[in-house]
């Protein structure tokens, strides 16, 4: 059963800052992992998509990288903005190339002015 | 990028009436959808997966009389809570994803807050 876990859950960095959020997941057999960016009482927004072909992709500020063997994501944000606060998740399918897809809890993300 | 909406953004009801909500995919077909539900500080969860013209599939422990799902179009899926109970009050999201290709981005509508006194 795919299990994804998200570290640290909650986080706090002031303005400018770049940082690293941490997905972990279980069974590295994934088609792709998606990040994404959730607004307190809101829905989700789609970050970046990585195919399981790539180990990274780019848009704007944000770099993700995969590494499928090792069953591990990072999202790097680049100089930080207040607007950048939110809770930031990732997922992957349950297996292989399902689209039903799971989890994980979430990085709180805050970042001080 | 795709649209997804649902409606209504949030609800109130009493114990034991029946709640209908509604994932519509603006700009885009989408033969499947899928409904999540979150609670507080919790991740997203799996309920069912929602395919256009046959029943939906639900994943364990969901129970499908409860959650009646709808997929009547190729734009619109509807999640009915039956007999809406305290417990059930929660966040309820859709996705869907846009294209044929399976793998492509999904996308998620802003979710539909239950409150059941």
């Known amino acids: 059963k795919q299990e994804v876990t998200q570290i640290p859950a909650a986080l706090s960095v002031p303005e400018g800052e770049n940082l690293v959020l941490n997905c972990s997941f279980t069974?590295?057999?994934?088609?792709?992992l998606q990040w994404f960016r959730q607004d307190p009482g809101k829905g989700l927004t789609s970050l970046l998509l990585?195919?399981?072909?790539?180990r990274e992709q780019t848009s704007g500020r944000l770099n993700a990288s995969l590494d499928k063997s090792s069953g591990r994501s990072t999202l790097y944000i680049a100089a930080s903005q207040p607007g950048d606060s939110a809770t930031y998740l990732c997922?992957?399918?349950?297996?292989?190339?399902?689209?039903?897809?799971?989890f994980g809890k979430g990085t709180k993300l805050t970042v001080n002015p | 990028g795709a649209v997804v909406s649902q409606h209504p953004s949030w609800v109130i009801c009493k114990s034991g009436t029946s709640v209908k909500i509604e994932c519509r995919s603006l700009d885009f077909q989408a033969t499947t959808m899928f409904w999540y539900r979150q609670f507080p500080k919790q991740s997203l969860m799996l309920m069912a997966t929602?395919?256009?013209?046959?029943?939906?599939?639900?994943e364990q422990g969901v129970e499908k009389d409860k959650f009646l799902i709808n997929h009547a179009s190729l734009t619109l899926s509807t999640l009915t809570v039956t007999s809406a109970h305290p417990e059930d009050s929660s966040f309820y999201i859709c996705?869907?994803?846009?294209?044929?290709?399976?793998?492509?981005?999904?996308?998620f509508g802003p979710g539909t807050r239950l409150l059941v006194l």
């Open positions: 996705s869907a994803r846009d294209g044929g290709t399976v793998g492509e981005t999904q996308y």
């Open positions: 990585i195919q399981s072909s790539q």
């Open positions: 929602s395919n256009e013209g046959s029943k939906a599939t639900y």
């Open positions: 997922a992957v399918p349950t297996q292989g190339g399902s689209e039903k897809l799971v």
């Open positions: 069974d590295s057999a994934i088609y792709n």
